[in-house]
């Protein structure tokens, strides 16, 4: 069973709007929660760590929060541009498993249109 | 500069051929990783490395194998590939001490025809 859910799958904006992307889990211990973008191709990229009960980060125009209670997870990105098109994924750390265990969420792709 | 790296980037193999993917890491980091991606799927623990000669299986171990001679190299073999190992491999590396986090090489597209 998936304990890591994005929604949407995919989602096309237009340049200089904002987006929502969330993310839904029920990893239990939970530890902390990591958004990575991947460019086509390539691979993962970090761009925020969450790691409180109830945490909130900013990284330029990306910015996302965490309620551990809810489980829930939002990355939000601001005045979006072209080269923000790629797949974001959403990663949550077991912290009663082995060293090491994530669960990785399937993505949304988001495509970012003149 | 951290850096994973893979070799090779792109490959394609004939279904029975052995297949071996390589991953580099110049961080010292103890702790190594093999993932594989597929369309639709999040990515699938293949095996942990804890240091050398300290593997332990991931979450989808069949039909995969592992090696770990040196700290910064770790490989994965497939022994006789088969089409449904077509996919995009991923090697990650992370330190002992902050093993959350774990940096990820570009990935490895293997079709098996």
């Known amino acids: 069973k998936t304990q890591v859910e994005q929604s949407p799958q995919s989602l096309v904006v237009r340049q200089g709007e904002n987006c929502v992307l969330q993310c839904n889990y029920s990893v239990t211990p939970d530890n902390h929660l990591r958004w990575f973008k991947q460019d086509t191709g390539k691979g993962l990229v970090s761009l925020t760590v969450l790691v409180d009960q109830k945490d909130k980060t900013s990284n330029g125009r990306y910015s996302a929060t965490l309620d551990k209670d809810a489980k829930h997870s939002t990355l939000h990105i601001t005045a979006t541009l072209l080269d923000d098109t790629a797949t974001y994924i959403c990663v949550v750390a077991d912290r009663g498993s082995a060293l090491g265990r994530l669960h990785f969420g399937a993505g949304t792709q988001l495509i970012v249109i003149p | 500069d951290m850096k994973v790296t893979q070799m090779p980037r792109y490959l394609i193999k004939r279904m029975g051929e052995n297949v071996l993917l390589e991953c580099g890491q110049d961080m010292s980091h103890e702790t190594m990783y093999w993932y594989r991606q597929d369309p639709g799927l999040g990515l699938q623990l293949i095996y942990i490395s804890y240091d050398v000669d300290s593997n332990s299986e991931g979450d989808i171990p069949k039909g995969y194998r592992v090696s770990r001679k040196k700290r910064e190299h770790f490989s994965l073999i497939l022994d006789s590939a088969k089409t449904n190992q077509t996919s995009v491999y991923f090697c990650?590396?992370?330190?002992?001490?902050?093993?959350?986090?774990?940096?990820f090489g570009p990935g490895t597209r293997l079709t098996v025809l």
């Open positions: 990650a590396s992370s330190s002992r001490d902050r093993d959350y986090e774990q940096y």
